[in-house]
């Protein structure tokens, strides 16, 4: 699975003339495998507009480096596990009790994972999307059964697709 970033240069450096091309590179968690390049030849054009690029779900971060006359190198943070082992939601689909978990900062938003603060409770019912079928698939209902369940970083099975929890699990308009 995918999650999208998107790389802007800061205004107060969109004048220079030192740096006109650069090079993202994403950084997976735990070092394996090595360091992925993104995208080359990024100009500061498309840097000043926001370049968006889908990134492996196990890259966690990297570096942006301007390769003008300039080569300063910029850290950046994605979304990304940064390590393991972590601390999950453990749910329990209604229809079939299957068992899921699902990292605590993201969930899907419009077909890309994204960032939340939420938190949820042993017993809330939620709606969620298998991590095999992406953002994008089939959404289902599920029961919290541990808020603290540890599993290793970039595991998960699955990802909350719905920040508001259902009225449970016989909800027929969220769940199926």
Same mark, same amino acid.
């Given at each position: 699975?995918?999650?999208?970033?998107?790389?802007?240069?800061?205004?107060?450096?969109?004048?220079?003339t030192q740096a006109?091309?650069?090079?993202?590179?994403?950084?997976?968690?735990?070092? *394996?495998?090595?360091?992925?390049?993104?995208?080359?030849?990024?100009?500061?054009?498309?840097?000043?507009?926001?370049?968006?690029?889908?990134?492996?779900?196990?890259?966690?971060?990297?570096?942006?480096?301007?390769?003008?006359?300039?080569?300063?190198?910029?850290?950046?943070?994605?979304?990304?596990?940064? *390590?393991?082992?972590?601390?999950?939601?453990?749910?329990?689909?209604?229809?079939?009790?299957?068992?899921?978990?699902?990292?605590?900062?993201?969930?899907?938003l419009g077909g890309n994972?994204?960032?939340?603060?939420?938190?949820?409770?042993?017993?809330?019912?939620?709606?969620?999307?298998?991590?095999?079928?992406?953002?994008?698939?089939?959404?289902?209902?599920?029961?919290?059964?541990?808020?603290?369940?540890?599993?290793?970083?970039?595991?998960?099975?699955?990802?909350?697709?719905?920040?508001?929890?259902?009225?449970?699990? &016989? &909800?027929?308009?969220?769940?199926?």
């Open positions: 699975m995918a999650y999208s970033v998107t790389f802007t240069l800061n205004a107060l450096y969109t004048g220079t006109d091309d650069f090079t993202i590179i994403g950084q997976h968690s735990n070092g *394996s495998p090595g360091d992925t390049t993104i995208s080359t030849a990024v100009t500061k054009a498309q840097l000043t507009a926001g370049v968006t690029y889908q990134v492996a779900d196990t890259i966690t971060g990297g570096t942006v480096t301007s390769t003008g006359v300039c080569t300063n190198q910029v850290p950046w943070t994605g979304l990304g596990a940064t *390590s393991s082992p972590s601390v999950f939601y453990r749910f329990e689909r209604c229809t079939d009790n299957a068992i899921y978990h699902a990292r605590k900062d993201a969930y899907c994972i994204t960032l939340t603060t939420l938190t949820y409770s042993v017993d809330d019912v939620i709606q969620f999307v298998d991590n095999g079928t992406g953002c994008d698939g089939s959404t289902y209902c599920a029961t919290i059964t541990d808020v603290n369940f540890s599993a290793n970083a970039g595991t998960q099975t699955a990802y909350v697709s719905r920040l508001t929890p259902m009225d449970g699990c &016989d &909800d027929t308009i969220h769940c199926q």
